[in-house]
């Protein structure tokens, strides 16, 4: 159930397109909380705010704030422009939007027969956390290329949570996020997977698009019960548009679960049981043991799929030069470097799609 407060801003810490976060003391002494100025109000010192610490009090990883409801004194402006798609529907706090693919959009024309990507690749990853390096590994082998963001909604629904996102898009990485389902906040919004690949291509004319879940991730240690079983279907939807998906692998190093180490179980779920399109799997050639393990348990992929050994010779150089932090639960770089040699060998990959 939810955990409500209410508290006093003392001081906003930075802020980023969509997002403020700030410190402020609640009755158990001062915590951090994000707000989302579209939703609530841009909250200043001084402000009496409602928070929701459900996240915060559970400790998560990646959603670890409390959340900004309510700003009383100091509510957002009513939208009045067009848009009639809703999201985060039936919650206290849906919001509507203009979708490309509604009838009020300028772009609805373009997209109201748009049937096919044409070929164009679709790098599709279980983590939001694959999303730096799959573009370290593109662009080191092909710079320039125009890459667009379709995100999912397994994860955070609003896009405005990933600073990732926000950086990558302010220094021309990404040249827009399509936010597609329950998920908002994007440069544009979409009904599904699939119009949202159509306007990646066809809105944004995008060369390359990527697709995977905001930040976060649902799992429960089951085979089918993780939120990375879309990374499954988004390979269809690109598959049946026409475009060419590269199925990008989750490989660890550094995490020892079992069902996690070498491939981990949601890419053998996600691409060897839900995936009926066929995809390139990029499998990396790493070195040893470990290396045999991951080609081994990418064999099993091949009944449906083309795997694809990928040289990772330079890939580890390309990414120590993310203009972005690298980190996947909780590790870094260096501490599970097979994760992110992984998903840049999916980048490097898509480059080669291109030539």
Avoid at 153 to 167: E, H, I, K, N
Wanted: hydrophobic share 45%; proline share 7%; net charge negative.
């Amino acid at each position: 159930m939810i955990r409500w407060r209410k508290g006093e801003v003392v001081r906003i810490r930075r802020e980023w397109p969509g997002a403020v976060e700030l410190d402020v003391a609640v009755p158990e002494g001062e915590c951090r909380a994000l707000a989302y100025p579209p939703l609530v109000g841009r909250p200043e010192p001084g402000d009496e705010v409602l928070l929701n610490t459900t996240a915060l009090a559970m400790g998560l990883g990646t959603g670890g704030y409390a959340m900004v409801v309510a700003v009383p004194n100091r509510l957002p402006q009513d939208p009045d422009g067009p848009g009639h798609l809703v999201k985060a529907r039936y919650t206290p706090l849906q919001a509507t939007v203009l979708g490309a693919d509604e009838q009020d959009s300028p772009h609805h024309e373009r997209l109201r027969e748009a049937d096919s990507l044409d070929g164009m690749p679709v790098v599709v990853a279980d983590l939001h956390s694959a999303l730096p390096p799959i573009l370290c590994g593109l662009y080191a082998d092909r710079p320039g290329t125009r890459v667009a963001y379709v995100m999912q909604d397994g994860g955070a629904l609003p896009a405005w949570f990933s600073m990732t996102a926000a950086r990558l898009r302010e220094i021309g990485w990404l040249a827009g996020v399509v936010t597609v389902g329950q998920s908002f906040g994007g440069d544009v919004e979409a009904v599904t997977v699939h119009t949202g690949l159509l306007a990646a291509k066809h809105v944004l004319e995008a060369d390359v698009a990527v697709v995977a879940q905001g930040p976060g991730n649902l799992g429960t240690g089951t085979r089918w019960g993780f939120s990375g079983v879309s990374a499954g279907e988004a390979v269809n939807a690109a598959g049946v548009l026409l475009g060419r998906p590269v199925a990008a692998l989750r490989v660890s190093e550094g995490d020892k679960r079992e069902r996690h180490y070498g491939v981990s179980h949601h890419s053998l779920t996600a691409y060897g049981r839900v995936a009926l399109s066929p995809a390139d799997v990029p499998v990396p050639v790493l070195p040893g043991d470990f290396g045999e393990r991951v080609r081994d348990q990418a064999e099993l992929l091949a009944v449906r799929h083309r795997l694809v050994p990928v040289p990772v010779d330079g890939l580890h150089e390309a990414l120590r030069e993310s203009p972005v932090r690298l980190s996947t639960m909780g590790r870094g770089l260096e501490e599970d470097l097979a994760y992110f040699v992984a998903s840049a060998a999916a980048g490097r990959l898509t480059a080669s799609l291109l030539s």
